[in-house]
T-cell receptor, first 115, second 111 residues
């Protein structure tokens, strides 16, 4: 099976712009979660989508949003970018039967740099 | 709510053992362990569930003390390939509860 793919891999934006990141999960996986990773902070949960519905949301401002399509592909959008949004954004997919029981498969991430 | 991992970093020589700890202030339903090599995606190692069930790689050993809300990952006879940052993710509830990850433990194995 092909792994989780994310595009683009690298992105440079300036403050105030907006950005859209894309994630294609492993075939058959219906759950897609997004994480922000910054040095020293570990993985911070952004949100999770399952069957086109946001099922959980982390503690991030409303500038961060996402959606999921009928083929389980997911996009994440960040509006009005700030310098602090510079990070590695990871998406992870898993089977649909509850995250507490199932491993997550991570994509390689999108490295976002905000200047 | 974020679990606390210790140590923050450790350096080992090949063949040595290490223990990485993960502690939570909340009651836990499950603990997940992942390893991330530099520049790569985190990779699943193990899940430990309340009640004693485990699933993961055969060569990885871990424990889960539900009462103490702690988990430990045991790396024995370390190899160079064990180098990376280890993250624990905790789930206070079952089902669709989001995982909360610790800040990671950086492990370096040297020859």
């Amino acid at each position: 099976k092909a792994g989780v793919t994310q595009t683009p891999r690298y992105l440079i934006k300036t403050r105030g712009q907006q950005v859209t990141l894309s994630c294609s999960p492993i075939s058959g996986h219906r759950s897609v979660s997004w994480y922000q990773q910054t040095p020293g902070q570990g993985l911070q949960f952004l949100f999770e989508y399952f069957s086109e519905t946001q099922r959980n949301k982390g503690n991030f401002p409303g500038r961060f949003s996402g959606r999921q399509f009928s083929n389980s592909r997911s996009e994440m959008n960040v509006s009005t970018l700030e310098l602090g949004d510079s990070a590695l954004y990871l998406c992870a997919s898993s089977l649909d039967s509850g995250r507490a029981y199932n491993e997550q498969f991570f994509g390689p991430g999108t490295r976002l740099t905000v200047l | 709510q974020q679990p606390v991992q210790s140590p923050q970093a450790v350096i080992l020589r090949e063949g040595e053992d290490a223990v990485i700890n993960c502690s939570s202030s909340k009651a836990l339903y499950s603990v997940h362990w992942y390893r991330q090599k530099h520049g790569e995606a985190p990779v699943f190692l193990m899940i430990l569930l309340k009640g004693g069930e485990q699933k993961g790689h055969e060569k990885i050993s871990a424990s889960f003390n539900e009462k103490k809300q702690q988990s430990s990952l045991y790396l024995t006879a370390s190899q160079l390939s064990y180098s990376g940052t280890y993250f624990c993710g905790t789930a206070p509830g079952g089902g669709n509860t989001p995982l909360v990850f610790g800040k990671g433990t950086r492990l370096s194995v040297i020859a």
